[in-house]
């Protein structure tokens, strides 16, 4: 399996945590987890998974805060981790994901300002932060984004 590409596993009422040995697929292009009943951190073993473009783990109850390891994912274009129970402040490290064109958060806890590195996510089309506990003024950043097409930041205390 370890040129296995897609691993679309989205609906299937899976529970438990999301296994680490999925690091092991180096040529993993998409991994899609949403809408189960997973739990738990994500494993930082996934950013060994150095070609993934597509990660979508909405609509699970997936705690804890966003891996530092992600910044490793440089082919990644969207990151779905809303509708779960993340926690904590927004991770700057995603800033250094820097092929981002959709990031959704949404509906999770988590807390604390807007990170400015955001503002360094070129080709970002899609933010949604919605549905959290964020707080004071977008990053001055933010003005750097100039292809950002839709964003979101109802039901949060973000100013700006």
Do not use: W
């Not at 370890?2 to 989205?10: G, I, R």
């Not at 779960?84 to 994901?97: D, M, P, T, V």
């Not at 100039?146 to 700006?160: K, P």
């Amino acid at each position: 399996m370890s040129k296995l590409s897609y691993l679309q596993l989205n609906d299937n009422n899976l529970v438990g945590r999301i296994p680490g040995e999925l690091g092991k697929l180096n040529q993993l292009f998409e991994l899609n987890l949403a809408n189960n009943d997973l739990e738990g951190p994500i494993p930082h073993d996934i950013g060994s998974c150095t070609a993934l473009n597509q990660f979508n783990v909405h609509g699970n109850r997936l705690t804890g805060s966003i891996p530092l390891a992600l910044r490793n994912l440089q082919s990644l274009t969207y990151l779905n981790l809303s509708a779960n129970a993340f926690s904590g402040r927004i991770n700057l490290e995603l800033g250094h994901i820097i092929n981002l064109d959709t990031l959704d958060l949404s509906s999770n806890n988590f807390s604390g300002p807007v990170p400015a590195s955001v503002g360094n996510l070129e080709h970002l089309l899609t933010l949604n932060l919605s549905g959290n506990h964020l707080d004071g003024p977008l990053p001055a950043e933010f003005g750097d984004l100039r292809s950002v097409q839709i964003m979101y930041t109802d039901q949060t205390h973000v100013q700006g």
